[in-house]
T-cell receptor
Framework: NAGVTQTPKFQVLKTGQSMTLQCAQD?????MYWYRQDPGMGLRLIYY???????DKGEVPNGYNVSRLNKREFSLRLESAAPSQTSVYFC????????????FGPGTRLLVL | GQQVMQIPQYQHVQEGEDFTTYCNSS?????IQWYKQRPGGHPVFLIQ?????EVKKQKRLTFQFGEAKKNSSLHITATQTTDVGTYFC???????????FGKGTRLSVIA
């Protein structure tokens, strides 16, 4: 069981470039989440998917899009990266949305120049 | 919207001293969870509290949920260097709203 995996681990982008962060889980969880973590700001929810086929905005969705490709995979896309999107991005999953334990991936460190 | 506030932001302690972090919500919570993130790592689930006034212990860690279900605390007795990291609380309202994380308390332990 790999748990939650994320690719890439580290990425450098120039302003205006696009990229997709990949996330997959092998725990048969229904719900998946994308967070960003900035110094002193904790974990802020970008988007989540309560179940396959649904996605909802979180606290900070602007500048991002998501796709729940299937039950295992949930991707986060930056269409036109900005320096303000420099952050560490964590994907997480849980059995359902209803307050169960969230399992986090190792994170992607993104630097936008 | 729901807010979860956590204090202090940073705490430096000598090894062997106790440590406490506090979490307060602007609304009544259905449950509260605590996570630990080691430096350079990812958040890892520690515990969940559901009942009003609930107290749970894990070795040197004691977790409490307030009577009004609006606040919680994590207390570590006799800290060790292995306790270093950032501790997050996360709570949710009743219903299907997602978890809201506090900003975390970063603990450093001086040997």
């Amino acid at each position: 069981n790999a748990g939650v995996t994320q690719t890439p681990k580290f990425q450098v982008l120039k302003t205006g470039q696009s990229m997709t962060l990949q996330c997959a889980q092998d725990m048969n969880h229904n719900s998946m989440y994308w967070y960003r973590q900035d110094p002193g700001m904790g974990l802020r929810l970008i988007y989540y998917s309560a179940s396959e086929g649904t996605t909802d905005k979180g606290e900070v969705p602007n500048g991002y899009n998501v796709s729940r490709l299937n039950k295992r995979e949930f991707s986060l896309r930056l269409e036109s990266a900005a320096p303000s999107q420099t952050s560490v991005y964590f994907c997480a999953s849980s059995v359902n949305r209803g307050g169960e334990t969230q399992y986090f991936g190792p994170g992607t460190r993104l630097l936008v120049l | 919207g729901q807010q979860v506030m956590q204090i202090p932001q940073y705490q430096h302690v000598q090894e062997g001293e106790d440590f406490t972090t506090y979490c307060n919500s602007s609304t009544t919570l259905s449950n509260i969870q605590w996570y630990k993130q080691r430096p350079g790592g990812h958040p890892v689930f520690l515990i969940q509290l559901v009942k009003s006034g609930e107290v749970k212990k894990q070795k040197r860690l004691t977790f409490q949920f307030g009577e009004a279900k609006k606040n919680s605390s994590l207390h570590i007795t006799a800290t060790q260097t292995t306790d270093v990291g950032t501790y997050f609380c996360a709570g949710r309202n009743s219903g299907n709203t997602p978890l809201v994380f506090g900003k975390g308390t970063r603990l450093s332990v001086i040997a």
